[in-house]
């Protein structure tokens, strides 16, 4: 079975970095498009970042972290990146690794198939 994991999480100050890793085994998914959500408390999955392999590795970030995060991956290891830099107080939440049927990056929760459990990420003032 498909089977995303998601490391790097923890707590960190505010102007603090992070770079979170999400290994993905049992299917081989290189076109596809990867992001990055995260749910905050009481909140829904928001999307937070995605990347595509058409265009060059086409990046797309929400507009709150536009400047601040980094979406990469490395297909020759199964994994993708998320490169958090300048973290803030409203940065904290639980960030998924998700992976979709398709090659194109949605920014919808329900486009994608393939989860994983998620890593904690605490941003304090």
């Known amino acids: 079975q498909v089977q995303l994991v998601e490391s790097g999480g923890g707590l960190v100050q505010a102007g603090g970095s992070l770079r979170l890793s999400c290994t993905i085994s049992?299917?081989?998914?290189?076109?596809?498009?990867k992001a990055w959500f995260r749910q905050a408390p009481g909140k829904g999955h928001a999307f937070v970042a995605g990347?595509?392999?058409?265009?060059?590795?086409?990046?797309f970030y929400e507009n709150a972290v536009k400047g601040r995060f980094t979406i990469s991956r490395d297909n020759s290891k199964s994994t993708m990146y998320l490169q958090m830099n300048n973290l803030k107080p409203d940065d904290t939440a639980v960030y998924f690794c998700?992976?979709?049927?398709?090659?194109?990056?949605?920014?919808?929760?329900?486009?994608?198939?393939?989860w994983g459990r998620g890593t904690q990420v605490t941003v304090s003032s």
């Open positions: 998700a992976v979709r049927n398709g090659e194109v990056v949605l920014r919808t929760a329900e486009s994608y198939d393939y």
């Open positions: 049992g299917v081989t998914l290189s076109r596809a498009a």
């Open positions: 990347i595509e392999w058409m265009d060059r590795d086409s990046t």
